[in-house]
Every structure is written in structure tokens, then in C-alpha cells.
């Protein structure tokens, strides 16, 4: 991951520029990654059609940290637009909730989740 002193360039940690989705579906930064042969692997794997490219600004709001509750239902933040669209867009029914106010202590959806099974 990549670490920088600038906040909006800086991923805490992999949920943050990453995030896999049901479907064969990912949500990903490519600059959250510091090696380029990684985030590559990634888009080969899922497929550029199959990803959902956040911004800068988007990785700094937490738009990769939503949950998948199945993998056809993901919660997400109401204020996300552009992904919430997207996701809508690829066959996913999208739970929106007011859940902004959770980022400032630096983590969203998924970081206040506890999966019991995660494969």
C-alpha cells in the first residue's frame, strides 16, 4: 500500500484501494498501490470490465470500504452517487445508509463489520 503524508494520497490499509465484490465485480485505486505488478494482477483477474476505477478523492471518502452483504446486496454510503450507480448498473441491489459521520474515525462500512466467514 501506498504511505504519504498527504492524507488524500495515503491508504491506511488494503480495504481502502481494494475490494472485491460478489459477481467477479472489484471496486479498486490503482495508485493505493505501491507495486504496479500487483494492482495489475487484479485487473487481469477480474477483468477491466468487471472493476470499478475510484479517484483520488474517492479513495480518500472510503469508497472501496462498503460490505457486501451477499453477493448481490452490497451497503453502501448514501453520498457514494458515481459507485452506487455503478453498482445498480451491474445487477447489485445497493442498501444505501447515512454512515459518513463513522469515515472521520478513519474506517467505514466494512471496518465496523465483523464477517464471521470471509473466503
Known amino acids: ?7 488524500r ?7 481502502c484501494c481494494f475490494q472485491p465484490l460478489g459477481n467477479g465485480k472489484a471496486i479498486l485505486h490503482k495508485n493505493g498501490f505501491l507495486v504496479e505488478k500487483e494492482y495489475q494482477w487484479l485487473v487481469d483477474f477480474f477483468g477491466n470490465e468487471n472493476i ?3 479517484t483520488a478523492d474517492e479513495m480518500y471518502y ?4 462498503v460490505f457486501s452483504i451477499s453477493p448481490e446486496v452490497v451497503v453502501s ?6 459507485l452506487n450507480n455503478w453498482l445498480r448498473n451491474q445487477g447489485f441491489t445497493v442498501e444505501e445508509v447515512p454512515y459518513a459521520e463513522i469515515s472521520k474515525q478513519e474506517g467505514l462500512l466494512r471496518c465496523s463489520t465483523l464477517p464471521l466467514i470471509r473466503e
Open 1 to 7: 500500500m501506498r504511505k504519504s503524508k498527504n492524507a
Open 9 to 15: 494520497e495515503n491508504a491506511l490499509h488494503l480495504d
Open 52 to 54: 470499478f476505477e475510484i
Open 62 to 65: 472510503m469508497f472501496s470500504n
Open 77 to 82: 454510503e448514501r453520498n457514494f452517487k458515481r
